[in-house]
């Protein structure tokens, strides 16, 4: 996943609220579980992914939670499909005729979603770079990137200094497009900056550590350390660069970014709270009345727990 806040759909609070208040409390009963999510499509994914984590009081049953977001697919609820694009979703005829239904109604989340469907799935007469263009334009943080993308490999294409390039992609930053930070990243690693490039990559892993696995990796950033003197002591300094990079910098907006202030220069601190969002918090939740939790009982004693640390 590139960015933070993706979701375009708004939870149903008569459907999912006593869940939602119980998933800040903590724990989230079996006798709640046992309504299965068939108000909405919304619960479906809900409980799908909380079956998933095994998070929050609830056994984990990977079967049972890919059934359930399969479901919520079926049903039209586009962040199931995006959440589980590259993992645990069958692109059937009824999640291609949802997705499909969600252009023809001019819906940020599946613009998106069609627009990177392999060639030959997507039906309807828009192209992928359309349908791209209809998504960033309605604000869509995932297909904005995607456009920032091309758009600065089209630009890199002419004659340009490393400074201009370098401001341009700082503008990019600062507007909270987390994948402008791999772009600076691999810039910098093409004008053998190794240094540089390392602590754009390092902030890359906490802010989004799926897309830093993507793109970079541990083994890739292993070889650069090697160009660095004192490799021992190179990635420390760089983990407390970014640390206090993240928590100094001015708020972005994107709460994937701006959520490290609370850790000041801390870097375990920031390295939990990354860890800790990627197990304890669906991003696709943050545009909903979900967000609360990460200030609640809940998230904490997820965020706590000895595997996150």
Partial sequence: M???VLSSRVFAVSDVGELVSQLRQGQVTETELQ????????????LGWLYQQGRYGVMLDLPRGQALIQQAAEQGQFDAVHYCWQHCLELTPGVLSQLQLGVEGNQAQAQYLQS???VGSAAGTLSADQLLLAA??????QAIGRLYVDHFVTWAEQVHTLDEAVTKLQRCVTEGVV???YLLGALYERHNDHQQALFYYELLALIDPALYQRYVGDAHRDRLLDYLPQQGLALPLLQSRSASYLSQRDASGNQQIDRFKRCGTDYSC???LSQADQTCLLEYFEATHLRGLRDSDGYRACAAMPALR
């Fill in 2 to 4: 590139l960015l933070g």
């Fill in 270 to 272: 920031a390295l939990r």
């Fill in 136 to 141: 960033a334009r309605q604000g869509h943080p």
């Fill in 179 to 181: 994948v402008c930070y």
């Fill in 35 to 46: 309504w299965k999510g068939m108000q909405s499509a919304d619960r479906l994914f809900l």
């Fill in 116 to 118: 990177q469907l392999p």
